[in-house]
């Protein structure tokens, strides 16, 4: 499966990043063997719609599901209406490679609304 998980760096052992949106990077990870693309998130910096922005990034990725902390209405909105799952629960404390870890173990519950802000 291709996860995208919210990063604040760009390799495995980075810290995992709280908010979609706002992530600093997403990681784009085969569960299967742990290989990944990193994209920058561009979208960070504009003022509203870093969201949706965001998620039209990653939907282009082909990721199938979305690992982060907390995820706004309009980024939830444009994922879900692709079908993609939403996964929250991410600590600042793990890394990716953790966060996908545990992922792979059922840890995280999948999102069924949003969590966030607005962005």
Partial sequence: M?????STGRDLDSKVDFHF???TYFLIVNTD????????NIAQITGRGAGVSAAQMILDKGAAAALTG????????ALRFAHMEIFEGLSGSDTVREAVEKFKK???RESLEPSGGTG
């Fill in 70 to 77: 907390t995820i706004g209405p309009n980024a939830f909105d």
């Fill in 106 to 108: 059922g840890a995280y």
């Fill in 21 to 23: 949106g706002r992530a």
């Fill in 33 to 40: 063997t742990m290989d990944f693309e990193v994209v920058e």
């Fill in 2 to 6: 291709k996860l995208c998980v919210t």
